[in-house]
């Protein structure tokens, strides 16, 4: 059947066809069945501090358990996801399912990190966010500053109010407000002043080039010192080579996240990871 053989190609969901409606629907069927059946899962990136020389977060980054596709990254599913409205379901899930992360990793070496999440700006129009927020925390026992959202520029350009109002809410309560993709957006600058922003992430387009492109080099250096000003910390975001790591230090960036550290891997799999961090002691610290 033509359903059968479009399932298993990306366009099925996500290109301009004829009858996107209807595959639309369907998407959004299989989204509830997996939400109802558990088949997401979160992977986790670590961030690692560079004066420090360890492991202070952990991005999760969420993956859809298809029983017929395999393990799908996030781009095949999340924008529809957020066409359809589905992604507030998401959302709560992936907040729920790092609180309860965190609430098992207490006691143990990882109960130390934070554990980031992304939400789509969409979801800001969700007046009970931050309600379910502090539900999820309280529930599992997790302290707010564990937790850390990471949003885009785009909620610097619609609803700007609204969003300032939740993110503020969200800020009291203690979790950490990151900015993510920085730089590839439309939004104004104006808006770091007024946001309670605690981290930027600079966009991995600016970081792939930065050795060997001056003006990119350039632009990791502005933003890394802006922020500074600002009292805002810095994370790169795809750091694949030593000689960005090398770079990133000189610009004294103070976070980074990409294959160079490690690549999302499963909760099960952080441990190995976090003791290979430490190895990394002697590529992160002049000292
Ligand atoms: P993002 O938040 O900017 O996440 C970073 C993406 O870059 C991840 O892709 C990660 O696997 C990838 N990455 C990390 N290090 C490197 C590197 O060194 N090189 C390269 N080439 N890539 C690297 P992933 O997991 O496919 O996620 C893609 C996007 O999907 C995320 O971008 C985020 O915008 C979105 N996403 C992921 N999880 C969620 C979620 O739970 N909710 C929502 N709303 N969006 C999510
Ligand atoms: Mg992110
Ligand atoms: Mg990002
Ligand atoms: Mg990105």
Redesign the pocket.
Known sequence: RAKESGRNTYQFYTEGMQDREVLRLELDKDLSKALADNEFV??Y?PQLDLARGRMESV?????WQHPQRGLL???EF?PLA?ESGR?GE??RW?VLAACRQLADWAGTPLGQLRVA????GR?LDDEHLVDHIQRALALSGVAPDRLEI?L?EEIFIQNIERNLRQLSRLHQLGVHLSI??FGVGYSSLAYLRDFPVDLL?ID?SFVRNMTERQDDAVITRAVISLAHSLGIRVVA????TEAQLALLRRQACDLI????VS??VPAGELPAVLARGFALDDLSVDR
Do not use: F
Request: aromatic share 2%; charged share 30%; glycine share 10%.
């Open positions: 979160l992977h990136q991005e999760a980054l969420i993956r990254p996030p781009g999340i957020e992604i998401i959302g992936v999440v992304n939400l789509s979801e990471e885009t993510d993709d992430k991995r975001e795809g750091v694949e996240q990409g294959y160079l690549r999302p």
